[in-house]
């Protein structure tokens, strides 16, 4: 299993871990203590909130079966590209999924948008919070963050998000990026558009919107040359 994740920002070499079982200890002590305060100051618990969802219907059925239906067109979509050489097909193929992805979440939305401020998922952010607080390094193995209010005073430096998101990935994911599954990222590693971490290739993603342009002047110079071709055969029809 992967105990930590090794990564570059801002030009400084950095690495997040696993929390050790003291810090898994502390940060359980703070998500209870948290939850606890949520409750006091009237905050819903996830039960409650899912309550008021079905109660209000903020989220029905024909909503359940409006987002099954868009994974099923992102799968095919999916399915679709893998055998795709064309990179303005391909092209398509990937702006049509990024709609469908944005679909899907705009959907999820107006049941996240309770379930994200439950008495839970504000003890869950403060556990989140010490964690990357104690799991971040630089490569000389000296903290990035001094405590948990530095980190919150950094939150929105490049290297705050970096590492938190970095902490997601190795606490769920053991260090993997979950999108290395997603299809469209599949296809441009394939054709080297991108690496293994997800980073451009500038050379090839360059050489990308080339062979799609190429590939477009091609194919409207075929469309303009099909439309003359046949007006020039009526024309050939109605003199005879």
Same mark, same amino acid.
């Given at each position: 299993?992967?105990?930590?994740?090794?990564?570059?920002?801002?030009?400084?070499?950095?690495?997040?871990?696993?929390?050790?079982?003291?810090?898994?200890?502390?940060?359980?002590?703070?998500?209870?203590?948290?939850?606890? &305060?949520?409750? %006091?100051?009237?905050? +819903?618990?996830?039960?409650?909130?899912? !309550?008021? #969802?079905? =109660?209000?219907?903020?989220? *029905?059925?024909?909503?359940?079966?409006?987002?099954?239906?868009?994974?099923?067109?992102?799968?095919?979509?999916?399915?679709?590209?893998?055998?795709?050489?064309?990179?303005?097909?391909?092209?398509?193929?990937?702006?049509?999924? &990024?709609?469908? %992805?944005?679909?899907? +979440?705009?959907?999820?939305?107006?049941? !996240?948008? #309770?379930? =994200?401020?439950?008495?839970? *998922?504000?003890?869950?952010?403060?556990?989140?919070?010490?964690?990357?607080?104690?799991?971040?390094?630089?490569?000389?193995?000296?903290?990035?963050?001094?405590?948990?209010?530095?980190?919150?005073?950094?939150?929105?430096?490049?290297?705050?998000?970096?590492?938190?998101?970095?902490?997601?990935?190795?606490?769920?994911?053991?260090?993997? =990026?979950?999108?290395?599954?997603?299809?469209?990222?599949?296809?441009?590693?394939?054709?080297?558009?991108?690496?293994?971490?997800?980073?451009?290739?500038?050379?090839?993603?360059?050489?990308?919107?080339?062979?799609?342009?190429?590939?477009?002047?091609?194919?409207?110079?075929?469309?303009?040359?099909?439309?003359?071709?046949?007006?020039?055969?009526?024309?050939?029809?109605?003199?005879?």
């Amino acid at each position: 299993m992967t105990n930590r994740l090794v990564f570059d920002v801002d030009g400084k070499n950095c690495y997040v871990r696993m929390p050790n079982q003291k810090e898994i200890n502390d940060g359980e002590l703070i998500y209870k203590t948290k939850y606890s &305060e949520a409750l %006091r100051f009237g905050a +819903l618990s996830a039960a409650e909130a899912d !309550s008021i #969802i079905k =109660d209000r219907e903020i989220w *029905s059925q024909k909503d359940e079966e409006e987002k099954l239906r868009l994974f099923v067109r992102l799968h095919e979509l999916g399915d679709e590209l893998m055998l795709i050489d064309k990179f303005t097909d391909a092209a398509n193929h990937i702006y049509e999924m &990024e709609q469908v %992805r944005t679909d899907i +979440l705009r959907l999820n939305m107006r049941k !996240s948008n #309770i379930l =994200d401020n439950t008495a839970e *998922s504000y003890a869950d952010d403060h556990r989140l919070q010490f964690y990357v607080t104690v799991c971040s390094f630089y490569a000389d193995d000296n903290v990035i963050f001094e405590d948990v209010d530095d980190y919150l005073l950094r939150a929105q430096d490049e290297i705050a998000k970096v590492c938190m998101t970095k902490l997601i990935h190795l606490i769920a994911n053991d260090g993997q =990026d979950f999108r290395q599954e997603w299809p469209e990222f599949k296809w441009r590693i394939k054709h080297g558009l991108i690496d293994e971490n997800l980073n451009p290739v500038k050379e090839k993603m360059e050489e990308f919107v080339r062979q799609a342009s190429a590939e477009t002047a091609d194919e409207a110079e075929l469309v303009a040359k099909t439309i003359a071709d046949a007006s020039e055969n009526k024309e050939k029809v109605e003199e005879n």
